[in-house]
């Protein structure tokens, strides 16, 4: 396991999350150079794409058609952590979260490739 996911729970519709990950301490000191993502997944169903962003800075993201508009993937290179912010949650927006990483790639890339680095994945619940 080379990240922790936390932040996810049960939430109503319309509501907000934040979710985070960061490096396990097992995980060399490279978050500067991951491409990073996260990939989500509901039960019955494949994993899918929710957003990526670029290395270092963060400069670029990219988002699911499904997430755009109610989510914001954002990272903080000095504390080493990746947030998801999730606002206007849907019933169809319930999956486990996980964390997705790469050594230098790109998030467009990342779309359809995920990255080799994965966190355990955290539960998010919509439920009224």
């Known amino acids: 396991v080379q990240f922790v996911e936390s932040g996810g729970g049960l939430v109503q519709p319309g509501g907000s999350l934040r979710l985070s990950c960061t490096p396990s301490p097992e995980t060399p000191n490279t978050f500067t150079i991951l491409t990073m993502a996260w990939f989500r997944q509901a039960p019955g169903r494949e994993r899918e794409f929710v957003a990526a962003?670029?290395?270092?800075?963060?400069?670029?993201?990219i988002y699911a058609d499904s997430v755009k508009g109610r989510f914001t993937i954002s990272r903080d290179k000095v504390k080493k952590v990746m947030h998801l912010q999730m606002e206007n949650l849907r019933l169809e927006d319930t999956a486990v979260y996980y964390c997705?990483?790469?050594?230098?790639?790109?998030?467009?890339?990342?779309?359809?490739?995920?990255?080799?680095?994965w966190g355990r994945g955290t539960q998010v619940t919509v439920s009224a």
């Open positions: 962003i670029s290395r270092s800075d963060g400069l670029t993201t």
């Open positions: 997705n990483a790469q050594k230098y790639g790109s998030p467009q890339t990342m779309q359809t490739t995920p990255g080799d680095l």
